[in-house]
Each structure stands twice: as structure tokens, then as C-alpha cells.
């Protein structure tokens, strides 16, 4: 994540803890009477506060995804070996783009595009390319031939330039947005075009352009405006006229636009909050039909975009303003998160925290997707992540916080069962942010189920909370939770 967020433990930040571990005749709670505390922040105040800590991670969030380019390279090996990428001139660049256009042999026109794509690998090839006047509108010509292999090295070169670190290199590739729209936009969602790798490929270029810092400005309204996003959306149904590639690319481009946040609303009465939660569960049906290596495919480029696609859209306000949310709830896609929960701590855990994120936006808001959580008796696999890492340790803590601010009757479920020894554990953590989240949690535990506090203390024999200047503030802090507890 862009910056670092940290998350408060008893309503308000700590300092750093620094976790002691003593013995059960340890004195760290003195005889001494103190006077009672008032507690610093009501339960209003404390969703306050977490929601505006969330609101902050989200756009941080946003901002980071958003940076998150993709390169694709599938050179068959064969056809590639042995080949080394030069640095072209004008001169060079002017005669393959000739031979593309005039070439006598689709094999010789061919060729030369390969030829330039490759080349257009090195900065200084793409430098060269843009400062050609009429070079890029060449290359979106060539996408207008009706030869398939043509139209796929080209976009293939639309591929390198789109990609460029290079500001210059990628404005001089807007004038291309407006012909790839025109051509993506008159391809149906029956698949009538044969040439979908050519689509696949084009929806590469055009998630790349929509990440240029002019998109939201210059090219998201148009993208918008057209009948893409319909089609885009047509594409991501399941079933099996599904292309996994071309599903791949416009599931991205779809999450470049979602985060730019220009008009989510039109996405959300387009139906894709619907078309995705229905992508998700058919993901999670593959992964429990099938073990084969291609479900690595399916969940590194697939599943990834569809659930930021999800996160997101879940923060609209739109959302409840159209009733799509409620399609959503269901436990089917509660379900199927946790089937891919479990795929990814197996086969890829760098998406766990994709999985969480969406299903911490999900029980954000909504006491129905909590419930479903505990009716299906997702609490103990939930807890069972926290060994993973930190970051996927605040967010399962963060996801059962969400389950406990819902009131009396969702803490009573929680409590004790798996969760207690979880927090004697995650309290113990040498991570603040973890040992933060956990405090909160367990304020929440104790404002709403009034035999927490008991429970809590005879459990961690008065260890876990163990800090040099921080012990007597933690004291009062517990105290004052529990009289608050006892009196109602």
C-alpha cells in the first residue's frame, strides 16, 4: 500500500507496544486503587473512527492499484530463440512500418511487425517511434486489416508503447483510445469476430492507456460513453462462450475504470456488481471441479481483478441507491470466497489479501453477510489465516471487528469459542498494527458481551498486556471497559 494507515486500538492510536511475556505470578496489575477513567470514545465514535480509517486505506488503496501495470510476453520459445532485440532508428522504423502497410507477402508484413515490436522493447526504439510523424496512426491502421495476424502484431506493438514508463510515450498513444473504441465496440459479445486473441490483445493495450495519469480526464468519459462498457461486461458472463484470455483483459480494464472513480454509478446499473458476483461463483465452482495447473492461470490473472472489481464497487453509494447489493447477498458468495480463500493459501497466497478485502467490504454494511458468516461456520477457518502474514492477520481481525460492531446478539456467537485463544495469540505479535486491531477488537467484545472482560482475564492470566509506560493507561482503559460491561 501507498503510505502506511495505522489502525487504533482502545478508539485512539498507541504507541508502539512492546509485548513482555511474564509469568502467571506476574504483579503487572498492581493492588493499588486507581481512579476509574472515563472511557475516551462511545461506540458511535469508535465506528466513526473505523469507518474513516477504512475510507483512508480504500483510497490508498485505489492509488496503488491504479500504478499496477502489467507486462505481457508469451513468445513461443521456439519461434524466439536465438532472436536479440535491437535498438531501432527512424530510418529502420520508417522501412518496417512501409513493409507492414505495402508488403507484397502477409508473411514479409508480418515479419516486419514483429520486428518492430520487438525493437519497440528498448526506450530509446519507442522515442524514436513517436517522434515519426504518422507513425501511430499507421499502426491503429493496420488494426483495420482483415488479416488476423496483422492485426495481432500490431496490437501486440500498441502493447510495448501502452506499457512504456516513458509520460511522452504513453501521450503520444491517446490518439489511438478513440480507434480502439471504435473497434472494440463493434465486436459482439456472441463472439461473431474469429479473432480473439486480436481482441485479447487490443484489451491489453487499452487497460494500459486507461492507467495514463490524462484517463480519467481524457479517455475514461469516452470509454463510458460508448458501448464498451456494456460489452465489457458481456464478455465477463459465465459460461461457456467464457475466453479466459479476453475475460482476463477486460476484467482489468474494467478495474482501471472502477478505480478512477469517474462513474461508478453507470457500471452498477449496467449490472456489474450481478455479472461479477456470478463470475465469482463460477471460479470458485472450477476450482472445486478441477485441481489441474491451469486454475493457477484462472487465479493469478482472473480472480484478481474480479475481486478488486467487487471490492470497490461495494464502497459506492450507488449500490444501495440501485438495491444491487442485495443480489449479492447470499451465502452462495460466501461461500464460494472462503472455496477461494482456500485455493489461495494453497496454490497463490499474495491474493489472500484480495479475498479478505472484498470480504471485509461485504460484512462493512451488512448484518446478512455477518450472519452468513456465522451460520456457515466460517469463523474458525476464517481465524485459521492469521498465521499467513500481518497484513492478512489485520484484515481477518478487521473482518471479525465488522461481525462484532453489529450489536449484543453477533458478539454472543463470537464468544468464546476459537476466538479467544486467537487474541491471546495475535496479542502477542510483535506487529503494531495486528496488536492495534486486536485491542479493538476486544473492545468491542467487551461493550457487548458484558462476560468478556471476566472471560478475557482468566484466560490470558493478565499477561498479554504487558507494556513499560503504556501498563497503568491499559489498566484503567480494561477496568473502565469492564464497569461499563456490568452496568449495561
Avoid at 498507541?14 to 472515563?38: E, G, N
Avoid at 475516551?40 to 492499484?65: F, H, P
Avoid at 458478539?411 to 491471546?424: A, E, F, I, N
Amino acid at each position: 500500500m501507498r503510505g502506511r494507515y495505522r489502525l487504533s486500538g482502545l478508539c485512539s492510536p498507541l504507541p508502539v507496544l512492546i509485548l513482555v511475556q511474564i509469568s502467571s505470578s506476574s504483579t503487572m496489575w498492581s493492588r493499588r486503587q486507581r481512579r476509574l477513567r472515563p472511557l475516551s470514545c462511545g461506540v458511535e465514535e469508535l465506528r466513526c473512527r473505523r469507518r474513516e480509517r477504512e475510507a483512508a486505506l480504500r483510497k490508498a488503496r485505489r492509488e496503488q492499484q491504479l500504478v499496477s501495470k502489467r507486462l505481457l510476453r508469451d513468445e513461443d520459445p521456439e519461434k524466439a530463440e536465438g532472436y536479440v532485440a535491437v535498438i531501432l532508428g527512424e530510418a529502420e522504423i520508417q522501412q518496417f512500418l512501409r513493409l507492414a502497410q505495402r508488403g507484397t507477402e502477409e508473411k514479409e508484413r508480418e515479419k516486419a511487425l514483429v520486428s518492430l515490436r520487438r525493437g519497440l522493447q528498448h526506450p530509446e526504439t519507442q522515442q524514436a517511434f513517436i517522434r515519426l510523424e504518422g507513425s501511430i496512426r499507421t499502426l491503429v491502421g493496420l488494426l483495420t486489416s482483415n488479416q488476423a495476424l496483422l492485426q495481432l502484431e500490431a496490437a501486440r506493438c500498441l502493447h510495448e508503447l501502452s506499457h512504456s514508463e516513458q509520460s511522452t510515450v504513453a501521450e503520444a498513444c491517446l490518439p489511438a483510445t478513440s480507434y480502439l473504441l471504435t473497434y472494440l465496440s463493434g465486436h459482439s459479445s456472441d463472439f461473431i469476430s474469429p479473432h480473439l486473441t486480436v481482441l485479447e490483445a487490443l484489451g491489453y493495450a487499452l487497460s494500459q492507456l486507461l492507467q495514463a495519469k490524462e484517463a480519467p480526464e481524457k479517455i475514461i468519459p469516452s470509454v463510458l460513453g460508448s458501448p464498451l462498457p456494456q460489452h465489457m461486461l458481456q464478455l465477463l458472463q459465465p459460461g461457456p462462450k467464457l475466453n479466459l484470455g479476453v475475460a482476463v483483459e477486460f476484467a482489468w480494464c474494467l478495474h482501471y475504470i472502477i478505480c478512477s472513480q469517474v462513474n461508478n454509478a453507470l457500471l452498477i446499473t449496467h449490472g456489474a456488481l450481478s455479472t461479477l458476483g456470478l463470475l465469482l461463483l463460477d471460479l470458485a465452482g472450477a476450482v472445486q471441479r478441477t485441481e489441474d495447473a491451469g486454475l493457477e492461470l484462472v487465479g493469478e490473472e482472473l480472480a484478481c481483478p474480479v475481486l478488486r472489481c467487487l471490492s470497490n464497487l461495494l464502497t459506492e453509494a450507488a449500490v444501495e441507491a440501485v438495491g444491487e447489493q442485495m443480489q449479492l447477498r447470499d451465502e452462495r458468495v460466501v461461500a464460494a470466497l472462503f472455496i477461494l480463500l482456500q485455493f489461495f493459501l494453497q496454490k497463490q497466497p499474495s491474493l489472500l489479501p484480495e479475498g479478505l478485502w472484498l470480504l471485509n467490504n461485504l460484512t462493512a454494511n451488512s448484518p446478512s453477510f455477518c450472519t452468513s458468516l456465522l451460520s456457515l461456520d466460517l469463523i474458525e477457518p476464517l481465524l485459521q489465516l492469521l498465521s499467513v502474514s500481518n497484513v492478512v492477520s489485520v484484515l481477518v481481525l478487521t473482518v471479525v471487528c465488522n461481525i462484532a460492531e453489529k450489536g449484543p446478539a453477533y458478539c454472543q456467537r463470537l464468544w468464546p469459542g476459537p476466538l479467544l485463544p486467537s487474541l491471546l495469540d495475535t496479542l502477542a505479535f510483535s506487529d503494531t498494527e495486528v496488536v492495534g486491531q486486536s485491542l479493538e477488537l476486544l473492545q468491542l467484545l467487551f461493550l457487548y458481551q458484558p462476560g468478556a472482560v471476566q472471560a478475557f482475564l482468566q484466560q490470558s492470566g493478565l499477561q498479554a498486556l504487558q507494556r513499560h509506560e503504556e501498563v497503568a493507561q491499559l489498566q484503567d482503559r480494561v477496568r473502565a471497559l469492564q464497569q461499563t460491561a456490568q452496568h449495561g
